[in-house]
């Protein structure tokens, strides 16, 4: 059962006009009152004697006689809607759910004579709407701080009593939705997202491509977006905001967005403390290309969830979202719609109660901001590896998070892998194929020797990797390690210690790009790429329809 309480208005009548009509696309069926302030309320819906002008009167008693002391807004608005799969409430029932919740916010405390005058209108089988005018009988406003809060927690007591689906609720880390207004002016100019999702994906990528804050602003507006930043005056920037280019109100001025109302994590504080953040461990020499670094330390990030240190682990799920926000604009385009869809996922899952140490997670963030200043491999068996890294971190990161109840993010990390099984199997198609042909090709006994030692190392795995119709593609994996200078066995052993395979599709792939991260094997395809651009060099924006459609 949810609750939504939306801004104060200035119109009771105009809020019981949309109750008691038809609706936006004629949804409204049989509005009527379930209860009012004192049981005699006068219902529009079912005495046909009765008018909105009589209801708006009674309600509005109490702000009139306050007069030019009534607050502007003085209309207050809750809907309550049961969950799909829940029983059918009756008018009732309905009414004992209203006057709690109008209990527990303060609005109208149980036996008070003086509480808020307010009406419980039902339009529909699933859901109720309350509407409250916020002056009490001695003329005093109601006392209703955190009345979401309070609503939702009456909510969560009553769900169990009337034995409804319990919904998850939120620990208030997600983003702001788009309001309804918002949703219809998109439907309007033929968008398929909102001005405000589209300003967050542009926002979030910045952040993952940006090295300080001077480029953060550049890349921003460099992806077409107006950006005021406002100061201190001592000169230190306060925050900022951001239109998007063609979007306007009705006076025709831009429609400005604050970083915080993005995301919380777009803050411009929580920005500056990303971008920043102290180095946990001394820089070592770049000596492999940044493609290659990244995929090692995404490979990294599941052992690094599954110790104790909280902070730690959340760190490396903010920046696993930053990777996940640069792969849009860094991989090849046959793979952007699925990875743009795993960004706008997982960004759910990105951020949590627990605060991040994001220093412990500086390695990895500067590998995810090289890799926009190289070209992607050619060859597609090191972005497969990557993707197969990113893929198992997600999934580690959906573990983490159920581990600490956080369903929601949990649920997210959950669709965002999905996506990127997808894009994966994109990937992995071509540098697969090849990879199986030479297993094909290897003679019998070198097959049997692998064979070996997978059945050595991984004895209560083996029939099922043998009989996989990746097994080839594994065998010469290990063959091939075995020509570099490695223990092909001891590697098989490396590769499969202390991570999670129970949800693997194919144990075969997972393992055959594990030992491609470990021992490096494309390391000589990806020497042959062409020398990385300056660390100044721009990135590629993604610009999105509504972009494109206004320049």
Sequence with gaps: MIANIVKPGRKTRGVLNYLYGPGRANEHTDPHLVASFDGFAPDPGRDPDATLAQLATALDLRVKQVGHKAPKNHVWHCSIRAAPEDRHLTDDEWATIARRVLNATGIAPAGDPDACRWVAVRH????????ATKVRGDLRPPRNWNDFLRADKELEAIEK??????VPRGDRTAAKRPT???????RRTGNARTSREHLRTVVRTAVSAATDTEEFFRLVEGSGVRVDVQYFPSGDVRGYKVALGGDTNAQGEPVWFSGSTLAPDLSYPKVAERLTAPEGAPKEPNRFPAWRRLAVAIDQIPDHLGN???E?????????AEVLDVLPVAAPASLRSELLQAATAFERASRSLIPAQHQQAQATRRAVKAILREPAPKDGVLLTVLLDAVLLAAVAAQHWHRTRDHIRQAEAASQAAVYLRTAYQTAATAPLAVIHQRGNQLPEWLHQQQANAVRQDLPERAEQILTETGWPALAATLAQAGTAGHNPAALLAQAAHG???DTATSLSEVLTWRLHRLADLNQRTTSRAPAPQSASAPYRPVHTDQQRRTR
């Design 124 to 131: 529909a089988d699933d859901h109720i709407h309350i509407v």
């Design 161 to 166: 009593e009337y034995k409804l689906r319990q």
């Design 180 to 186: 309804r207004a918002e949703q219809e002016k998109a």
């Design 308 to 310: 104790d240190d909280a």
């Design 312 to 320: 730690a682990g959340q760190a490396h799920i903010t920046v696993l």
């Design 499 to 501: 991570r999670e395979l």
